[in-house]
């Protein structure tokens, strides 16, 4: 059996997310999953994806943390209704704030492993804490406040209401 | 007079950075100079660099924010001790923590503004507080604990030592 991204369940129009949109063909495509009761994507940077020479750009490392607790947050929401993700209603998350602690530099090179561990889900709010690590070692941690949206002020934000 | 950016002064084994190096082929180039007391940046997103279509992608403007930040927090460094960014002792920094509050979807299409704050400077530590501004609105707030590190120690990193 194929495990679905939890991006996978994304509609077409907000699937387009440079980080994790499988319909943004410039982009990242980060792929989420559970793993237990934690969420798990992995990523390799490409060779100019660096800060200096031989390791990840903390920019990139912090887009990363930012799709994948999206991702996760909406997973959770689903988890916690005790429904799939492609059941209605649609649960529609952006990042409120972003908090990343640069622990040692990231080897570029081996591919990264984010795992993210749902600290929070209260009302609209749903709080990740995420690790990135690089060959087994956490490089940075990261976390996540992402809030639900209704789809009507996604649509609004579409020009499509 | 052109004005050099702070980018322009670092050398080039640390000018490969994704986010603001200007010999990275690949990377965003961001050039950062001082306007009085603040710190100013302008970078327009590519088309693709967006989250929804419409808006920019928040790991976009993560990124910006960090190396604005960091630039800052080098330049502001070099003003505290009175003296040019290409006069010696060098100052390196490296960001320990970056943390982003997303106010509003920040629309794709006008050019950024990156303004930056020097909260603190103290010891090896600056901190930078920076707002990202949208057609004269602000979208995104940020900010930058940077910092110092030997020139030694980026030369170890660099595998130079």
Sequence with gaps: MTVKAFQDYYPDHLSYCYGCGRLNEHGHHLQSTWDGDETVAHF?????HISIPGYVYGGLL?????????????AAAYRAEGR??????ARRFLTASLHVDYLKPTPLGPELELRGRIAEVKGRKVVVDITLSAAGEVCVKGRVVAVQVPEAYVLQMLGES
Excluded: V
């Design 44 to 48: 390799t940077p490409a060779p100019y």
């Design 62 to 74: 912090a887009s990363l943390i930012d799709c994948h607790g999206t991702g996760s947050a909406a």
């Design 84 to 89: 799939a993700m492609d059941s209605e209603p």
